[in-house]
């Protein structure tokens, strides 16, 4: 009996030493397929400085993601981290998720849609059974094009939640953001809050609750008795 643990604990310490040599090819080959699928995605050359996996708990972390050609690349990110949360993932039997996102800067005036090639394929668009418990950005920059000027938008820091069923069609959002600023031109707009919670069912889009306050401005929306309706103050 001594000798079958004793075998037994010598293949498991193997077992432990191979997965622990064999670990470095195996993110490396991860953050290759992430870089792939980014560079076919958006059309453009990317590039991961950094990719960690963890067992416990289950997840992953990017550094260092760029998106785009040197020296002003589409995207970049200084860090992004995914976790899946296991037990509830097996109790609801749907992904539970949750993120956090750092330093984000986005240029869509250099964003390119790849042309679509063969034909469209038809199938099976249903909506995705998918819960978010958590997600936070902090520092986010995104520019784009709007009526011929480049538009700026600032974000100091969003956390939210996103919740989708596919069994009865719903899908529920909440976001509270702070220290939004947005810049067009020599005109500039300070946020200092939005809070937003909503989502969308068989009937179309749910409001529950929309605030927005900054630069003496404060816009509420909120719900009636009467569904789909809503009172703005």
Same mark, same amino acid.
């Given at each position: 009996?001594?000798?079958?643990?004793?075998?037994?604990?010598?293949?498991?310490?193997?077992?432990?030493?191979?997965?622990?040599?064999?670990?470095?090819?195996?993110?490396? /080959? +991860?953050?290759?397929?992430?870089?792939?699928?980014?560079?076919?995605?958006?059309?453009?050359?990317?590039?991961?400085?950094?990719?960690? %996996?963890? %067992?416990?708990?289950?997840?992953?972390? %990017?550094?260092?993601?760029?998106?785009? /050609?040197?020296?002003?690349?589409?995207?970049?990110?200084?860090?992004?981290? +995914?976790? @899946?949360? @296991?037990?509830?993932?097996?109790?609801?039997?749907?992904?539970?998720?949750?993120?956090?996102?750092?330093?984000?800067?986005?240029? @869509?005036?250099?964003?390119?849609?790849?042309?679509?090639?063969?034909?469209?394929?038809?199938? !099976?668009?249903?909506?995705?059974?998918?819960?978010?418990?958590? /997600?936070?950005?902090?520092?986010?920059?995104?520019?784009?094009?709007?009526?011929?000027?480049?538009?700026? +938008?600032?974000?100091?820091?969003?956390?939210?939640?996103?919740?989708?069923?596919?069994? !009865?069609?719903?899908? !529920? /959002?909440?976001?509270?953001?702070?220290?939004?600023?947005?810049?067009?031109?020599?005109?500039?707009? !300070?946020?200092?809050?939005?809070?937003?919670?909503?989502?969308?069912?068989?009937?179309?889009?749910?409001?529950?609750?929309?605030?927005?306050?900054?630069?003496?401005?404060?816009?509420?929306?909120?719900?009636?008795?009467?569904?789909?309706?809503?009172?703005?103050?």
């Amino acid at each position: 009996m001594r000798r079958v643990l004793v075998g037994l604990l010598l293949v498991f310490l193997c077992a432990l030493v191979g997965a622990w040599l064999a670990w470095p090819a195996l993110t490396n /080959v +991860v953050r290759q397929r992430i870089e792939d699928a980014l560079a076919n995605a958006l059309g453009q050359p990317s590039r991961i400085d950094k990719l960690s %996996l963890s %067992l416990v708990p289950l997840r992953v972390r %990017l550094g260092g993601v760029r998106v785009g /050609v040197e020296p002003s690349p589409l995207g970049q990110l200084t860090a992004i981290e +995914v976790r @899946l949360w @296991l037990l509830p993932t097996l109790i609801e039997r749907r992904p539970v998720l949750s993120g956090r996102i750092q330093s984000v800067a986005l240029d @869509l005036t250099k964003l390119t849609v790849p042309q679509a090639q063969g034909e469209k394929q038809t199938g !099976n668009s249903g909506l995705v059974s998918l819960r978010v418990r958590s /997600v936070e950005l902090e520092n986010a920059r995104i520019s784009f094009a709007a009526g011929g000027a480049e538009t700026v +938008v600032s974000v100091a820091k969003l956390s939210g939640a996103f919740d989708a069923a596919a069994r !009865n069609q719903t899908v !529920n /959002v909440s976001a509270d953001v702070s220290g939004v600023r947005v810049a067009r031109g020599e005109t500039e707009l !300070n946020l200092t809050r939005i809070q937003a919670a909503g989502g969308a069912d068989s009937q179309g889009l749910v409001l529950r609750t929309a605030v927005v306050d900054g630069d003496g401005v404060h816009i509420a929306m909120l719900p009636t008795s009467t569904p789909r309706e809503y009172t703005l103050s």
